[in-house]
C-alpha cells in the first residue's frame, strides 16, 4: 500500500526559507522508474507542479521557481525534502508531494496535502 | 514551457446526461518515438487531493467507472463522463508530462449537476 504524508510548518513569514518533509511508504526512490514529485494548489486555484526528483537523483523545476527550489531525497529514510526560499504571501498554498512512476508518467498517488500560510 | 487550456471553465450537466471537457496543448504532447500521448486527467473533490482518472491520454486507472473516458492526440484532448453521476462532481485538471520539466496542469473544469 503506497502512502505519503507531507509534514512542515502551517505559517512562515516572508522572506523565510519554508522546508517540507515528504515521508512516504509502500514504494523505494531507489527502484528504477520512480519519483517524488511536489505540487502546490492556492486556495481556490489550480494545481502547479513545482518539483521532480527521481530514482537516479535527476532533479526538475518549474521554470518560473527554478532560483528558490531544492529538492533532494534520502532513500533510507523514504523522504524527499522540498525547500523554497524568500516565500512571499502568493505562495500560500497546500502543498502536496504525490509519486509518479515513469511507466505511467501520471501522479498515480497522492498525499493529502498540507496548507502553507505565508504571513507576518 | 508547455501551456495547458481548458474548456469550459464549469459546466452544469443534468444527471444521467453526457459531461465533455476539452484540454489543448500548446504544443504536441505525443511522443513519435513511443506513439503516447503524454496527457493525464485527474478529478479533485473538495478538501481532497486530486484522483488519476486517465493517463497515456486514453488509459483508464485501475478502479475508474467505465464511464469516463479520455481521447484526443497531438495538442487536442477530450474526458468525457458519458453519464454523469451525482458523485462526479468536481474540478477536473488534465497535465501533460511530455517535456523536461513535466507535470503543467490546465486550469481546471468545475462540473456541476444542474
Known amino acids: 500500500q503506497v502512502t505519503l504524508r507531507e509534514s512542515g510548518p502551517a505559517l512562515v513569514k516572508p522572506t523565510q526559507t519554508l522546508t517540507l518533509t515528504c515521508t512516504f511508504s509502500g514504494f523505494s526512490l531507489s527502484t528504477s522508474g520512480m519519483c517524488v514529485s511536489w505540487i502546490r494548489q492556492p486556495p481556490g486555484k489550480a494545481l502547479e507542479w513545482l518539483a521532480l526528483?527521481?530514482?537516479?537523483?535527476?532533479?526538475y523545476f518549474i521554470t518560473s521557481l527554478k532560483t528558490r527550489l531544492t529538492i533532494s531525497k534520502d532513500t533510507s529514510k523514504n523522504q524527499v525534502v522540498l525547500t523554497m526560499t524568500n516565500m512571499d504571501a502568493v505562495d500560500t498554498a497546500t502543498y502536496y508531494c504525490?509519486?509518479?512512476?515513469?511507466?505511467?508518467?501520471?501522479?498515480?498517488?497522492w498525499g493529502q496535502g498540507t496548507l502553507v500560510t505565508v504571513s507576518s | 514551457d508547455i501551456v495547458m487550456t481548458q474548456s469550459p471553465d464549469s459546466l452544469a450537466v443534468s444527471l444521467g446526461e453526457r459531461a465533455t471537457i476539452n484540454c489543448k496543448s500548446s504544443?504536441?504532447?505525443?511522443?513519435?518515438?513511443?506513439?503516447?500521448?503524454?496527457l493525464a486527467w485527474y478529478q479533485q473533490k473538495p478538501g481532497q487531493p486530486p484522483k488519476l482518472l486517465i493517463y497515456?491520454?486514453?488509459t483508464r486507472e485501475s478502479g475508474v467507472p467505465d464511464r469516463f473516458s479520455g481521447s484526443g492526440s497531438g495538442t487536442d484532448f477530450t474526458l468525457t463522463i458519458s453519464s454523469l453521476q451525482a458523485e462526479d462532481v468536481a474540478v477536473y485538471y488534465c497535465q501533460h508530462y511530455y517535456s523536461t520539466p513535466p507535470g503543467t496542469f490546465g486550469q481546471g473544469t468545475k462540473v456541476e449537476i444542474k
Open positions: 504544443q504536441s504532447v505525443l511522443f513519435s518515438s513511443t506513439d503516447k500521448n503524454y
Open positions: 504525490a509519486r509518479v512512476h515513469s511507466a505511467m508518467g501520471a501522479v498515480d498517488y
Open positions: 526528483i527521481d530514482w537516479d537523483d535527476e532533479k
Open positions: 497515456w491520454a486514453s
